[in-house]
C-alpha cells in the first residue's frame, strides 16, 4: 500500500485550476471563519464533519491558501483508487475492512504528526448529511490522540447553502484549539468527547448560518474566492440594464 504521494508543482497548479475553475463553476464562492494553523507547537489532528464528496478538495484549498503546515489526510483506499491525484495533494489510503489496513493508516498519521505535519480525519467515516444527530464517531480520531501525551484537536465543520441564490455557498468554520491529554479518558470515552466537540461546532455553525444565510452581517466570515454568477444573477443584472435603458 502506496504512501501518500504529495508533490508541490502539482499542487500550486491544481490550486489555480480548483479556485479559479472547478469551484467556480459549481459554487458561489467559499466562505471562512476561524484560523487554520493552532497556535500551540504540538502534534495537530484536524476533526471534519463529512457531508458532501466536495469537502476535500474545499478543505485542500483552504489549507493551500492559509495555512503554514504540511497537511495530510486520511482517505479511503477504493476512492483514492478512483481519484489518484489526491495523493499528491496529500491523501494515504485506509481500507477501513482490512484490520491490518487501518491500523498501518493510523500509524502512518501518527509518523507524519510527529514530524510535524498536520493530519486531518472524517471521523464519521462515510458520508452523512450535514443535519445528522448525533454524530458518530468511528474509534481513529480516539487512537490517534491517544498516541501522545498532548496534541491539539482542530474542529472544522463546512456548511452547504443555497438560500436566494442559484449556487450553493460553502462555508467553513476552524474551531478554536482543543489541547487533549491522550491518556486522561478511554478510548471509548475519548471518542464521545471528541464527536461533542465537533457537533458542537457543528450546531453553532449552523445557527449562524440559519441567523444570517447571506452572510451579510456576520463578518467574521471572511470570502476567500470570488463571487461566482450563475443564470439568475445574469439575468437580473440585465433587468438592470434594460431598466437603465429605457429610462435614459
Known sequence: MKESDKSRSFRRLFSLYLERYLLHKHFRCVM??????????LPVLYLANHSSWWDGLIIFLLTEKASEFDHYMMME??????????????A???????????????????EN???GGAVWLF??????????RPL?????????????????????????????FQKPTVSVMFGDDAIVSGSSLRSKDMTCMLGDLLETQLNRHQAQIIADP???TNEEFK????TSQSTSDAFDSFKKWVKTWRSS
Not at 483506499?77 to 496529500?90: C, D, N, P, V, W
Not at 491500523?103 to 502512518?108: P, Q, S
Not at 498516541?147 to 447553502?161: G, I, S
Open 136 to 164: 458518530e464517531l468511528e474509534g481513529g480520531a480516539s487512537f490517534l490522540v491517544r498516541q501522545f501525551e498532548q496534541v491539539v484537536v482542530k474542529p472544522v465543520t463546512l456548511q452547504y447553502t443555497f438560500n436566494q
Open 32 to 41: 471562512m471563519k476561524g484560523s487554520v494553523d493552532p497556535k500551540e507547537n
Open 123 to 132: 471521523p464519521q467515516g462515510k458520508i452523512m448529511h450535514q443535519d445528522v
Open 223 to 226: 470570502q476567500i474566492t470570488r
Open 214 to 216: 447571506d452572510f451579510s
Open 77 to 90: 483506499e477504493k476512492q483514492l483508487k478512483q481519484y489518484a491525484f489526491f495523493r499528491k495533494l496529500g
Open 113 to 115: 504528526m510527529e514530524d
Open 92 to 110: 494515504f489510503p485506509v481500507h477501513k475492512e482490512n484490520l491490518k489496513s487501518v491500523k498501518h493508516a493510523l500509524m502512518t498519521a501518527k
